[in-house]
Nanobody, 122 residues
Framework: QVQLVESGGGLVQAGGSLRLRCAASGRTFNRYAMGWFRQAPGKEREFIAAINWSGRSSYYADSVKGRFTISRDNAKNTVYLQMNSLKPEDTAVYYC???????????????WGQGTQVTVSA
């Protein structure tokens, strides 16, 4: 059974940084793309970033491009999201997800973590 566990969320001031971590198990990690999403109160879940199976290709939503960086360590079955220059509008629950194919994707993810809260104060 696939399991994804996020960690690293918390409360940070605007302009600060956080690094989210997602530990994966139950699937051959280095064969599949991974992604990060977020959901703010009263809003739909939105795509943030994705990385392909090798880590050599990534894709970002315009709202985080240049501020967030997705990376992965296949030896540790872990994907990361480095978040810099955080803004109050980045406040949300952040989820990692695994995709059933190796390539970068925005949709079609099939397993999700439970989420970690990120709160950015003004």
């Amino acid at each position: 059974q696939v399991q994804l566990v996020e960690s690293g969320g918390g409360l940070v001031q605007a302009g600060g940084s956080l690094r989210l971590r997602c530990a994966a198990s139950g699937r051959t990690f280095n064969r599949y793309a991974m992604g990060w999403f977020r959901q703010a109160p009263g809003k739909e879940r939105e795509f943030i970033a994705a990385i392909n199976w090798s880590g050599r290709s990534s894709y970002y939503a315009d709202s985080v491009k240049g501020r967030f960086t997705i990376s992965r360590d296949n030896a540790k079955n872990t994907v990361y999201l480095q978040m810099n220059s955080l803004k109050p509008e980045d406040t949300a629950v952040y989820y990692c997800a695994t995709h059933p194919t190796p390539a970068v994707a925005v949709t079609g993810y099939d397993y999700w973590g439970q989420g970690t809260q990120v709160t950015v104060s003004a």
